[in-house]
């Protein structure tokens, strides 16, 4: 019941702050970030089993759909981390992404404002 009333008032939130931004023009971008686990899935599913991999990516497919069913603007960047994971996009013992990680996320927010030209469009 905790959890369900923060995401109630979560989701109340994420739609305040779009119709603010879209009440000056602008376009709210959320970037769907991942954990490490859900990347490497192949890797860390055998250490951790199906069913904590499973809890993750249960949250995050809330958000997806949330996201789907809201019409708001949100880049899921699950698909194009696991194109990469032949190389380490996450420090070793952080949750973080390291330089590498960083650049495979700045290359895809850049190619995805190209492909997006409207979000600077003046109203």
Request: with cysteine; net charge negative.
């Amino acid at each position: 019941p905790h959890n369900q009333y923060g995401w109630e008032r979560s989701q109340q939130a994420i739609l305040d702050a779009r119709d603010r931004v879209e009440a000056y023009g602008g376009t709210l971008l959320f970037v769907l970030m991942p954990t490490k686990e859900q990347v490497y899935r192949h890797l860390s599913e055998p250490l951790l089993g199906a069913d904590k991999i499973d809890l993750l990516q249960e949250s995050y497919d809330l958000m997806r759909d949330f996201c789907e069913s809201e019409g708001l603007t949100c880049l899921d960047l699950l698909s194009i981390l696991q194109t990469h994971t032949d190389e380490q996009l996450y420090y070793t013992t952080d949750m973080h992404l390291n330089p590498r990680g960083n650049e495979v996320l700045a290359e895809t927010l850049a190619a995805w404002v190209d492909d997006h030209p409207e979000v600077f469009s003046q109203p």
